[in-house]
């Protein structure tokens, strides 16, 4: 069967597919994200509910802080490491955020 076919069964089941442009779609787990790049986004509408079918490169990324960025952020708060590494990971290791936040 190709595509076109898939497509035309599909809605006659009265599911409504359409598809979505994007330049990047991130997934974020505990401990890791998955970026996908170049995606091709197709979404169904089943009984009321949206499902997302999602397809590219695939590329796995530690949310791990990295060393250097937490001695940064030591130096400028004057935080312990634990409490560094903590308010990092809250906020995706955005370093200017951890600093800001820290350091109120």
Same mark, same amino acid.
């Given at each position: 069967m190709n595509r076109e076919n898939v497509e035309?069964?599909?809605?006659?089941?009265?599911?409504e597919l359409r598809?979505?442009?994007?330049?990047?779609?991130?997934?974020k787990t505990t401990g890791y994200q998955i970026k996908i790049t170049k995606p091709e986004i197709v979404i169904a509408n089943i009984l009321g509910k949206k499902v997302y079918q999602i397809s590219g490169e695939e590329k796995m990324e530690s949310l791990e802080p990295k060393e250097e960025d937490i001695k940064i952020v030591m130096e400028k708060t004057g935080k312990d490491r634990e409490t560094v590494i903590n308010k !990092?990971?809250? !906020?995706?290791?955005? !370093?200017?955020?951890a600093i800001i936040e820290l350091s109120s």
């Open positions: 035309k069964a599909i809605r006659k089941m009265g599911v598809e979505m442009e994007a330049s990047e779609v991130i997934i !990092l990971r809250e !906020l995706n290791n955005d !370093l200017a955020k």
